[in-house]
């Protein structure tokens, strides 16, 4: 599908976004009515099996639900990932999102065994997301409610990221933990 005719899609569903957005493929973006997105300049999000020669496994899902808010900055690249916010996630400018990552705001159903029953859905654990500046998020990592990732870290491929972590650090591991500085 070719980006200018997503592109009315977008506008369609309310989502703004900068100038010389690049899709390749055909990505999963939705917003629901009291939710925002933003996605700025120079983005690329890629979406075709063979768009990134990693292994994609999915399209790439952006998903702003109920009152959630994401933003991503200029001149930001992403490879079928999903990222999806009830709460609000930001990324930073230059921050590349390696291939099938996840950046998860919320854990989508209730912890305790009593609330998932009855599916409230204000009893689910929501928590904001920061990621910094000239960020590179390596593939299959998965991004955990509450992280903030300082400006020009690094994570490892396959990471599970929970935290507070500086700039300058390069964090791996499940869980993730910082392993050098920058």
Known sequence: MKTNFYKL??????VRYGKNLSIIGLP???KQEKA???????CTIKSG????????????II???????ITIGNNVGM?????YARDKITIGDYTNIGGNVKILDNDFHPLDPEARKIDDK??????????????????NSIILKGTKLGDNCVVGAGSVVSGVFPANVIVAGNPAKVIRNL
């Open 79 to 83: 490879s079928g990932a999903t990222i």
């Open 63 to 69: 998903v702003a639900r109920e009152t959630g808010k």
């Open 49 to 60: 099996f063979l768009s990134n020669l990693v292994g994609l496994y999915q399209r790439t």
């Open 122 to 139: 204000a009893l689910i654990k929501k928590k904001e997301i920061v990621i910094g500046s000239n960020v590179f998020i390596g593939v």
């Open 36 to 42: 925002q997105l933003q996605i700025g300049d120079n």
């Open 28 to 30: 999963v973006i939705f």
């Open 9 to 14: 899609i977008l506008k369609a569903n309310r």
